[in-house]
């Protein structure tokens, strides 16, 4: 499925990013977030940018949907090395396991106040969901939609591909 094929959708701007699984790079963001999730970050900021939408107040009508079956895989395998070599783990890198805030990240730092959402399965098989989902929401619960698709593969890069959409029916 192709977002461009769907007759319901307007793309307002694309982006496609690649980063690997290196640590967490700090943003100026007082919390620590899984790699990934900064990747959908960057990525959904890019997208905005190429949709004219940039900056964080941007996204006061704009939802997000991420998809991942790696989401924060890394942190959490960080978080069940240090409980087994340490007995302990930091709060921060608890908290930056939740899958969630592979969503939620972008969310907080491009401004992003509609609906949010991830999936946890592979972005091929979710795609008809989310186009049942964008379709309830564009026009209901936001005037845009951030489709971020996440993908690691087994050479270890993981790619962003991000899709602003809106309704063609506005």
């Given at each position: 499925?192709?977002w ?86 930091s ?7 939740a ?72």
């Amino acid at each position: 499925m192709d977002w461009a094929e769907q007759g319901a959708f307007a793309m307002l701007g694309t982006a496609t990013l690649e980063g690997t699984e290196g640590p967490s790079r700090p943003r100026g963001v007082g919390f620590y977030a899984d790699p990934v999730a900064w990747l959908v970050a960057d990525a959904v900021g890019t997208a905005l940018e190429a949709a004219g939408l940039p900056g964080p107040t941007a996204g006061t009508e704009v939802g997000m949907v991420a998809v991942s079956e790696h989401a924060t895989g890394h942190t959490m395998r960080e978080v069940a090395d240090a409980v087994r070599e340490r007995g302990r783990v930091s709060p921060l890198r608890f908290a930056g396991a939740a899958p969630g805030s592979v969503a939620g990240l972008a969310c907080i730092v491009h401004g992003l106040r509609g609906p949010s959402l991830l999936l946890s399965m592979a972005p091929d098989a979710a795609r008809p969901a989310v186009a049942v989902l964008a379709g309830a929401w564009l026009g209901a619960s936001c005037t845009r939609l951030v489709v971020a698709e996440h993908r690691r593969h087994p050479s270890g890069v993981h790619r962003v591909n991000t899709v602003v959409l809106t309704s063609r029916e506005r």
